[in-house]
């Protein structure tokens, strides 16, 4: 019966097709990752060139790192990591920087085009906008105390901004736990993400407008001490915020410690010293008590809310990263390649 051993043509033709298949699936599944050494041999001073102008933006003004932070964050939550976010209106396309969630509230586009400036001159088209700001983000929160991670790259940048995405999935400061939550996981994030990123509100500011609704409203348990008074917090917020005009007036999301990037904001939330109506829900609306652990765990552990701060970011760094041919690499962050 040895003749059953040769191959017939269809086995023949089934394993090639196999092996193209599986072939196809590695290289595939190579191609669709980022990686830490990406530009390792095309540009090894990237790493360089974005810390050393980070470190200098954040001396001249401080508030820079969180921005930059942000900045990463809006980018990654409309159409994924892809530098949208960098777009100015042109043609008939208008930028999210326009969003309602942006408009004057997001800063640092000016310290991205001078570390793109410089990337140009050293290594030209090969790093993308949108690896200039996961490596931005994770700098600026090493230069303010934080942890540090690796940072995977290789990402590429959009052909197109969302005005409309930015509206849509850039959460709002007056959301509930459960739109926060939704909010997330349309992102591919959880709860425990939404925790431990949240703990980006340690440093940084944010404009009346934004705190207002929170910080007038006479519901919210946390306003009053048990004698049924306002507390100082909520008195001193309201002579920063009155209710109406002084919109661009600013406080820092972190009463304690508003330069260091720490594990103080967890400790503010469960005193009800969140500025945000979305910082102080993650304790007063959680009714299962479970977000509520989470944020005990990391008031009492800083090196616990660190790890898995680094985790999560790693994880929305990831969110629908365009690979290859699916973007480009621009040669000025707010315009698409001519
Ligand atoms: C959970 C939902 C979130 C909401 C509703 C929210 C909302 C806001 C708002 C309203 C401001 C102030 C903007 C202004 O008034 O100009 C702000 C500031 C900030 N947010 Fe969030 N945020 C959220 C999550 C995040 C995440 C995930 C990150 C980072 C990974 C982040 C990082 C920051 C930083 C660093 C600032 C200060 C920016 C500066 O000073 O320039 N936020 N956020
Ligand atoms: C949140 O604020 C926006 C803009 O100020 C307002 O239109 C909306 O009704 C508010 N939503 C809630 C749930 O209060």
Same mark, same amino acid.
């Given at each position: ?28 599944? /190579? ?54 976010? *960098? *777009?100015?209106?042109?043609? =008939? ?30 290594? +030209? ?31 590429? /940048? ?30 591919? *994030?959880?709860? =425990?993400? #939404? ?31 048990? !004698? ?18 002084? /919109?661009?007036?600013?406080? +820092? ?13 967890? #400790? ?13 829900? #993650?304790?007063?609306? /959680? ?10 765990? !990391? ?24 690979? =290859? ?14």
């Amino acid at each position: 019966m040895a003749c059953d051993f040769s191959m017939n043509p269809f086995t023949m033709v089934f394993i090639t097709l196999l092996v193209l298949v599986l072939q196809s699936l590695s290289t595939f599944g /190579d191609e669709q990752l980022l990686v830490r050494d990406y530009y390792k041999e095309t540009c090894p001073m990237v790493e360089e060139i974005v810390r050393y102008n980070l470190q200098f933006a954040v001396l001249k003004n401080p508030r820079m790192a969180a921005s930059l932070l942000r900045l990463h964050f809006h980018d990654c939550f409309v159409m994924g990591c892809d530098a949208s976010v *960098l *777009l100015d209106s042109y043609g =008939g396309m208008v930028s999210e920087k326009q969003a309602g969630p942006n408009v004057n509230s997001l800063h640092g586009f000016e310290v991205i085009d001078r570390i793109k400036y410089q990337l140009e001159e050293a290594c +030209p088209l090969v790093v993308s906008c949108a690896d200039i700001l996961a490596i931005a983000a994770r700098d600026a929160v090493a230069v303010r105390g934080g942890p540090g991670w690796e940072v995977y790259l290789g990402r590429k /940048d959009s052909l197109k901004a969302s005005f409309d995405g930015a509206n849509q999935f850039i959460p709002a400061p007056n959301s509930s736990l459960e739109t926060l939550i939704a909010n997330f996981k349309q992102q591919g *994030l959880d709860i =425990g993400d #939404l925790v431990a990123l949240s703990g980006s509100h340690t440093m940084g500011k944010a404009r009346c407008l934004s705190f207002r609704q929170h910080i007038h409203d006479e519901s919210a348990e946390e306003h009053y001490d048990k !004698y049924k008074r306002y507390t100082p917090f909520r008195r001193i917020l309201r002579s920063i915020c009155p209710k109406t005009g002084k /919109d661009n007036q600013l406080a +820092p999301l972190d009463f304690e410690t508003p330069a260091r990037f720490d594990n103080h904001y967890f #400790l503010n939330i469960l005193e009800g010293r969140g500025l945000l109506g979305s910082d102080n829900v #993650l304790v007063t609306e /959680d009714h299962e008590g479970e977000i509520r652990k989470q944020v005990w765990a !990391y008031a009492a552990d800083q090196e616990l809310f660190f790890a898995s701060f680094a985790n999560s970011m790693i994880k929305m760094g990831n969110i629908n990263v365009l690979y =290859g041919n699916e973007g480009e690499v621009r040669k000025n962050c707010r315009f698409v390649n001519t």
